[in-house]
């Protein structure tokens, strides 16, 4: 799996490919000048031989929790974020593995988006978890038939869902608000949890950011578990993120045999990200990253909109991404996108994710596809597009 994985990220791999497949940051806007004079700021304070440099607290270092409670009051406005509600991980993935590790018992259900962020179903294989998955439409995760699911059907009763509401990967779209109340709902009337994987949420393009499912959840039944990363902000390679969560579950978690005898999770880390966002830097930051990706999504929409071929484009729809790295692609149902990858990749340079990779029903997906507008400059992105075009326009022409 891993060498097929990385095949479809890299295409041929001899450099020429445009990978609108890669769904990572681009590497030009990674921090690295103020995470130097971060880590300089962090290395000389006086407590550092006493605090982060020491083994840390099970629930990550209190500077930091209280710091991420601020920015998630102050940037996303969130009512709900205070320094308790808060532990630290290695990011969002290892807040999933955590979570299935410790809430989760062998052989439970969990419940997915079709499609969903692909990496999670190994999570789920790992812990012997049953997955299902239930449709989304232009507006996200159909809550609707979920609640229908439940209500029909006794034997199906999930311990956890999972959900990607915010700009979610990999169709870009964010939940709206009814959805949102409706999912927290039906949780606490059938008794499961919701890992909310909210990683794009400081990435949404618009001026007042979606809320997190935690502004939903009710403190006398929790049932949330906001998963959060400064993967996407500061660089995937900090490994450090955060869970936002009542402290009845935070107590659960850190009983992890990892968290007890390791020393707590990247206090050294964790101290670099305090000065960030003690600086004010963190905030800035990410208004330069919205407004930049906004840029790169709306050429990646124009390009697409000026070059589908006629025939091909009066049944191919997308919805305009408001946020986060990606935008998914839905071609008449009798284009076959992974077909249309080889030869995308061996004839036209360009890569892409076929759309089966997201679900374990390749047949729902096998006429979709994910875009990347966040890896490649604009203009790699409107060239890469281009050459999609003509993938396309050829394949319809076979
Ligand atoms: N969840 C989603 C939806 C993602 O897109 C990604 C990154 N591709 C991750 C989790 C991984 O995040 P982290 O680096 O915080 O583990």
């Not at 935690?214 to 049932?223: E, S, Y």
């Not at 990363?229 to 990892?258: D, N, Q, Y």
């Not at 408001?322 to 009798?334: H, K, M, Y």
Request: one cysteine or more; charged letters at 20%; glycine letters at 8%.
């Amino acid at each position: 799996m891993a060498s097929s994985v990385s095949q479809t990220l890299y295409g041929k791999g001899d450099g020429d490919t445009i990978l609108l497949s890669k769904g990572h940051p681009n590497p030009k806007l990674l921090p690295l000048d103020a995470l130097a004079t971060a880590l300089e700021t962090s290395c000389t304070r006086s407590q550092a031989p006493t605090t982060h440099m020491q083994y840390g607290s099970p629930y990550g270092l209190t500077e930091l929790r209280k710091e991420i409670a601020r920015m998630l009051r102050e940037e996303t406005g969130s009512t709900t974020a205070r320094e308790e509600n808060i532990m630290i991980t290695n990011g969002s993935g290892q807040a999933l593995d955590m979570i299935c590790a410790l809430m989760l018992r062998r052989g439970d259900l969990v419940v997915v988006e079709n499609p969903t962020y692909f990496l999670a179903f190994y999570t789920f294989r790992d812990y012997g978890l049953h997955v299902a998955e239930i449709d989304t439409d232009e507006h996200g995760l159909q809550v609707e038939i979920l609640e229908q699911r439940l209500g029909s059907d006794a034997t199906f009763r999930p311990a956890l869902v999972y959900t990607v509401p915010i700009c979610q990967n990999p169709t870009g779209v964010t939940l709206p608000r009814e959805r949102m109340r409706k999912l927290v709902e039906l949780s606490r009337r059938y008794h499961f949890k919701i890992a909310s994987d909210e990683v794009y949420g400081m990435l949404s393009f618009a001026e007042a950011p979606p809320p997190s499912l935690m502004a939903f959840d009710d403190p006398q039944q929790p049932t949330v578990l906001a998963m959060n990363s400064f993967s996407k902000i500061l660089g995937p390679g900090m490994r450090l993120g955060w869970i936002e969560t009542h402290p009845s579950h935070i107590e659960r978690l850190v009983s992890s045999g990892l968290l007890l005898s390791g020393g707590g999770l990247n206090p050294f880390t964790s101290a670099i990200v305090v000065e960030l966002l003690r600086s004010g830097f963190q905030q800035q930051h990410v208004s330069r990253l919205r407004l930049h990706y906004a840029a790169c999504c709306h050429a990646m929409c124009q390009t697409l909109d000026e070059c589908l071929p006629p025939e091909i484009a009066a049944d191919t729809h997308y919805v305009h991404p408001e946020g986060g790295f990606f935008l998914w692609l839905r071609l008449p149902s009798w284009v076959d996108t992974e077909q249309l990858l080889e030869l995308a990749v061996a004839e036209h340079g360009v890569s892409f994710f076929a759309g089966a990779r997201f679900t374990s029903v390749p047949d729902s997906q096998r006429h979709t596809l994910r875009l990347c507008f966040a890896w490649l400059d604009r203009d790699h992105i409107v060239a890469g597009v281009r050459r999609l075009g003509a993938a396309i326009q050829a394949y319809a022409r076979q």
